[in-house]
């Protein structure tokens, strides 16, 4: 045998045999809150399986996440005004700012340039460096700032509990511009805005009924919607207002909680005037559109938080009902709608059912779940 | 050292290391055909920056992508019947078969696991293991097969040119579920399935008009729809037709090129009714929604394929005229809308454009490019 050879032949005897390299993309990728202890899972939605667990995110009691256009980085925003970058490739903390107070909300501009945070204290919005997380602009506005989201064209959208005011701020210059609209209503709690970037509905707590904008207007100017749409028969405590983000839209039609009634509304999509009701089994807290917009999934406040209903859009039926455990806290549905996957929180569990037949086809191993994102929401105007 | 310690050491110095789990960011990739060279560019959108050219696909003068669920591969369907699986993440062919003769067209399924490849010779549908592009099902026709798409479901639609059948293959169970609809017209010679999945669009060459399904009836009955939507005043040949792919729906309208007329025809999507139509710099080819829906970009058949015009929706009115160069071929936007890309196929280039200034921020140098596939893709239905 030459030299080079047994050389060779010594040197693989020597050494470990080369590790075994498992490939994941990014695409079928996902996060996971755990919610009471600070953690993120990272989470592959084909294999069904769990890739990492990543420490030190701080309050998740109330988080959401958006992420990069190439899908690498996850934004993680927490209740404690924390902004946590994420690297899905590296598994591990890319970047973190502690930037303000008791905060919720946050959002990703169009071209993945910049990631908005908005929060109660000191209550304003502020603006960063998707990339290095650095400062750009803040927008300070002596209120409770809510219903922060994205808007094509290098946009940023929220409103103010206190004034009844939304914001309007273009970042596609160098120098941000902002257009004020008032007269939004009393008391903004949430908003939403519609997957065409059009349309931003915004709760109203002070007052029955909802406001929205047609952010396609060179000056838009507040539309009252839904008049009956208030705080209920007993008037309820804003925590319990649904939140918007359980709107859903459903085809040619939106599916979101009644208020402090077991019932889901239709809307009309175009025209945002009731359609009906479905009498549902408890008081719905979102509303999940398959992505074929033919059925929407719905989970209920305690004490009926064990239970999620498929609701068929076009007839408002109730075609199923499931119990897939305590505590049933978010639905994700993969980007083609072939599965979803069910957060249950007081089961450390995430269930992974088939959207078709129903059937629970699989699950994962979780601390205390609360949000589940999947990274398709990178592609997606205000997700 | 005790005896205990020194056996596992010889153990873990013999055995493999544990699979290292390596994770790669495909979400903002894509795919542009390279059509008289047989090759394909890899592209990297944030970047506008081509990552590698890879070789072998075979004939792609007429050639289309898919993506699987994570983004990691394309699979690329040639004019020759070459159905190529490329790895976008080591930049080479993972796969090829030549499935069949002159074939158009592919698909893959809801769920990943699957992909279909159409041909003209022998005629019908072959489906195959996306992961090993072993043949798992294989549907002769007897016919030229044409307008094969996926649907919710673990569904693909095709349609034959001979018979003017429609056949809805239900692959999720382990025997596949033929449907046959009879009667959808003369000569179907392309189609469509609209973003939600719900209807399958059939273009017809024998005869004015198209045809309709809708796939969530459980027995599906063709309808006719647009009976003057047909071979115009002077029949055209049928690779004179336009094709389907050229539809785009923009909110609650499609839009898409009149038959031999400077036209783009508007209809309402919800009763596939004509709206009204816009007069236009040429014959269209293809009409892009924008993602928010608000501007259609079209381009157009020699000899005015120098240009590009951008087209309201609500209004129908022509915003903006561009001269990209010598035969645009494709148009495809990023996933949330703020570029298009667009190929010049004879200045050897893709032009980059804002889309909202209009205004041109790059380009890519790339060999007599057609199509353009972002790897977004892979997150939507029919696509």
């Known amino acids: 045998m030459r030299l080079m050879s047994f050389l060779s032949l010594l040197l693989s005897l020597a050494l470990p045999a080369k590790a075994e390299v498992e490939v994941h993309a990014t695409g079928d990728l996902g996060v996971v809150i755990e919610r009471t202890t600070g953690s993120v899972l990272i989470v592959d939605q084909s294999d069904m399986d769990v890739l990492a667990r990543v420490e030190g995110f701080g309050d998740l009691s109330h988080a959401s996440a958006v992420f990069s256009p190439d899908a690498r980085f996850a934004y993680i925003f927490g209740r404690d005004g924390g902004l946590t970058k994420l690297d899905l490739v590296t598994q591990s903390i890319a970047g973190r700012v502690m930037q303000a107070g008791n905060s919720i909300g946050g959002a990703i501009s169009d071209d993945g340039r910049l990631v908005a945070v908005s929060n109660y204290e000191p209550g304003g919005v502020r603006v960063f460096d998707a990339q290095t997380l650095d400062l750009v602009a803040d927008f300070p506005t002596q209120s409770k700032t809510i219903g922060l989201v994205d808007a ?41 805005i519609t997957g065409d970037g059009r349309r931003y509905i915004v709760g109203l707590f002070g007052e029955d009924g909802m406001s929205t904008l047609d952010l396609w207007s060179d000056a838009p100017v507040a539309q009252r919607i839904l008049p009956g749409y208030g705080r209920g028969e007993e008037p309820l405590p804003v925590y319990k207002m649904p939140h918007l983000e359980g709107w859903a839209l459903a085809g040619d039609r939106f599916a979101l909680p009644a208020v402090g009634r077991h019932e889901l509304l239709w809307l009309d999509a175009q025209k945002l005037t009731e359609l009906g009701r479905t009498k549902t089994h408890g008081q719905p807290v979102f509303a999940v559109a398959r992505p074929d917009g033919r059925h929407v999934w719905v989970n209920y406040a305690h004490p009926h938080n064990d239970t999620v209903q498929v609701i068929e859009a076009a007839s408002g039926e109730v075609l199923h009902t499931l119990k897939p455990g305590p505590a049933v806290l978010h639905m994700e549905f993969t980007a083609r709608g072939h599965q979803v996957w069910v957060s249950v929180r007081d089961a450390n569990r995430i269930d992974i059912y088939d959207t078709q037949t129903f059937e629970k086809i699989g699950e994962v191993p979780a601390e205390t779940p609360s949000g589940i994102f999947f990274t398709a929401r990178a592609h997606r105007i205000g997700l």
Chains 1, 2 share one sequence.
């Open 152 to 192: 094509p064209g290098g946009r940023f959208v929220f409103s103010m509990w206190d004034t009844g005011e939304t914001w309007i701020v273009d970042m596609s210059d160098a120098t941000p511009d902002v257009t004020k609209v008032s007269g939004m209503g009393a008391n903004p709690y949430d908003a939403l």
